[in-house]
């Protein structure tokens, strides 16, 4: 029997299929697709800007029910309606990945499937060490 699976639920954010937000299975921490909804609700802002401001909270959250914080973060994929959203991300990524000998891997993917909203979702690759390993953003 494999490592224990615990299913990671946050308020303002869920899905209509059954799965959770995101699973923690040992160390390792993955979430489901991040919508960029408002939270609590399901509807999806106008701009790239907002939707990209609510999955970085989104995120957070997900880390934090998960154990977690942004130094455990390992890699992010962001799936967008337009490559140009790639120079969007990068300031809330700077503000959470300041020290550039230390940021996780990210990857933008051109997604014309989500055009026209949501425009960017994302999700995210994080391992949980244990408290006093280097590295952990807890």
């Known amino acids: 029997m494999g490592a224990d699976r615990r299913s990671i639920d946050i308020k303002g954010l869920s899905h209509v299929n059954p799965i959770p937000v995101g699973t923690r299975i040992g160390p390792l921490l993955v979430s489901s697709v991040v919508a960029p909804f408002d939270p609590g609700t399901r509807t999806v802002p106008d701009t790239a800007e907002a939707q990209i401001a609510n999955l970085f909270a ?10 977690a914080g942004w130094g455990d973060v390992a890699k992010m994929t962001f799936f967008v309606s337009d490559i140009a959203f790639r120079d969007a991300i990068n300031a809330p990524w700077a503000e959470r990945f300041p020290d550039p000998a230390s940021r996780p891997s990210r990857h933008t993917q051109l997604s014309p499937q989500a055009s026209p909203k949501p425009m960017v979702t994302c999700d995210v690759i994080a391992y949980v060490g244990t408290p006093g390993d280097a590295g952990t953003g807890r």
């Open 58 to 67: 989104h995120v957070g959250n997900i880390l934090e029910a998960g154990g």
